[in-house]
């Protein structure tokens, strides 16, 4: 039990990590910590999330829509498990401009 404790801090902390780094615009070592927490915690919703985000903006939508729907089928009422819900539909059924 406390190793399973100590294996999801490391798997947050990788994913604030990984946040951080995206948003100061270092998207491969962003990339790098999610994979890396998802080592650790192979279904991490967060982790999922915010890869799935990473590789929706950085052009790899394919990429994206499979991790995304991995992070939907996490917890019910998780925020990111949600997020990637909509994130899902929206890869799915893009919006039709004219």
Known sequence: AVLDVQIIHE???LVKEGLAL???????????KYREALERRP???????????????TGRKDEALRVLRRAAMGPEGHPDVERAAEAVKKLENPAKTL
Do not use: F
């Open 43 to 57: 279904e991490d919703p967060s982790a999922l999330y915010n890869l799935g985000t990473l590789l929706r903006v």
């Open 11 to 13: 798997a947050d902390e």
């Open 22 to 32: 995206y948003l100061d615009g270092e998207t491969d070592a962003a990339e790098a």
